[in-house]
């Protein structure tokens, strides 16, 4: 009998090439898989909620693969725990519905993206937040940021041409922190190739005037991604949460 389980991950993902296995380098997906095979003693392979890119963090990453091992969800957590590197850390696991799948079966996402807006930035969050220098006008910036709610053709906002470029943004906040520090919260149901890193290189380059407070439904139309802002670095993005249609632990 085959049992469907979910595992849901953080990360630290400055040393590693993304979520997906390449050649270029080490991936979160060929450590857990080199992990989770090492306490069953045998190959699996694992999908994942999101492929985030080369050097993007995460909260709430979710996995799942497929056994026909009876695992204790508990043990298991703490088996996978002892096995992962230091920078991946496994949050829950349990067994779920024969047709649940992270992709597929995902309602919306969420992202969160971290701004160091001063002179300055302390070391600590050199590796989790883009230094931007020139001043951000943070008002104008969560004003332009409405244009960007509702169902919209994102091709102009995506690194890839694709023919299925429809994506719809449920929500985005921009939060105001400590240290001259900005948090970009954006939640939607599917994301495009670097959609996310994208959409705060332009409200970035809105705050500080490199593209007009009106620019956004212009750049929607055009469909052309050097009309959009600049790709924000991948180390300030943390995928935080996937939501389904029932909660997961």
């Not at 690194?159 to 954006?186: F, G, H, V």
């Amino acid at each position: 009998m085959s049992h469907n389980i979910q595992i849901i991950i953080a990360y630290d993902g400055s040393r590693f090439f993304g979520w997906q296995k390449t050649r270029s380098g080490i991936a979160i997906q060929e450590e857990m898989e080199k992990a989770i095979s090492r306490i069953l003693g045998k190959a699996v392979q694992t999908e994942a909620a999101s492929r985030t890119d080369r050097g993007v963090h995460a909260k709430g990453q979710v996995v799942h693969f497929r056994t026909d091992q009876i695992i204790h969800p508990h043990q298991f957590q703490r088996a996978l725990d002892s096995v992962l590197p230091q920078e991946i850390s496994v949050q829950s696991v349990q067994l779920v519905d024969e047709q649940f799948h992270p992709t597929l079966s995902a309602l919306a996402k969420e992202y969160h993206y971290w701004i160091c807006n001063s002179s300055t930035q302390l070391p600590m969050n050199r590796l989790y937040s883009w230094h931007v220098h020139r001043p951000l006008d943070i008002k104008l910036m969560q004003t332009s940021a409405c244009d960007f709610l509702g169902t919209h053709d994102f091709l102009a906002f995506a690194n890839e041409r694709t023919d299925d470029s429809i994506r719809t943004i449920e929500s985005i906040t921009i939060q105001p922190m400590e240290e001259k520090r900005l948090r970009i919260e954006i939640r939607g149901d599917r994301f495009l190739y670097k959609m996310a890193r994208n959409i705060v290189g332009t409200l970035a380059y809105i705050g500080c005037q490199k593209l007009p407070k009106d620019c956004i439904p212009k750049i929607f139309a055009s469909k052309m991604r050097k009309n959009a802002g600049i790709t924000a670095p991948a180390h300030g993005l943390f995928l935080i949460e996937v939501f389904y249609a029932y909660p997961i632990k």
